[in-house]
Structure formats: C-alpha cells, structure tokens
C-alpha cells in the first residue's frame, strides 16, 4: 500500500499546487515547469524514504509510485473502467488495492 499512499501525496502535490500565471493571465510555463521539478523531486523524498532508496533507485521508487496511481486514474477519467468498480470511494479503493496486489504479484 506504499504505492497508493505515495501516490495519493503526488496527487496533492502535482494537483494541489496553484499554477503560477504570468502578466497576461496565461500560465508562466517556466515557473510551471519549476512547479512540476519541485513537485517532483517530493513524490522522490518521499518514496525514497517509504522504500528506503537513494539516488536513482529513489527516483525508480517515485515513477513506480507515480506511474500506477496517475495510470488507473487516466483510465478513470477516460470511461475505460467499468462503472460498478468506480461507483463509490470504497469501490475506487477496492479497485486500486487490488490492481497494486496484481502488480506486486505479476
């Protein structure tokens, strides 16, 4: 379950976070990219530190935990999974403990 709970604070990290705008309103894609390095180098602390990784097995540890989270969750907001497994926020959990258990597994 360290994947959905690293996850989860990559999600409010990544989506949390207000986008910096520029003068005319539209988002300042330099201080945007700057946004998503530092969001980024946080999921890395922090699932480096879940799994107790350093350097670039810490990195791994943060893509692994970011790619299954971000992954099912693309797939959510696309209609690709059945409605009765998203219905509720305990069915969206079943639904992720078990694809993680499935992945642990394969």
């Known amino acids: 379950m360290r994947a959905l ?16 705008h520029g003068q005319r309103g539209a988002p300042d894609v330099v201080l945007v990219g700057q ?4 969001a980024f180098g946080l999921l890395v602390a922090t699932a480096g530190a879940a799994w107790k990784r350093l350097g670039e097995d810490a990195v791994l540890a943060g893509v692994a935990a970011w790619s299954i989270p971000h ?9 690709r999974i059945p409605a009765q497994h998203i219905a509720t926020t305990e069915a969206i959990e079943t639904l992720a403990r078990d694809v993680i258990r499935l992945w642990r597994n394969a």
Do not use: K, S, T, W
């Open 71 to 79: 992954g099912l969750a693309m797939l959510i907001l696309d209609g």
């Open 5 to 20: 709970a690293v996850g989860r604070v990559a999600q409010e990290i990544l989506h949390g976070a207000p986008i910096l």
């Open 35 to 38: 946004q998503a390095r530092v």
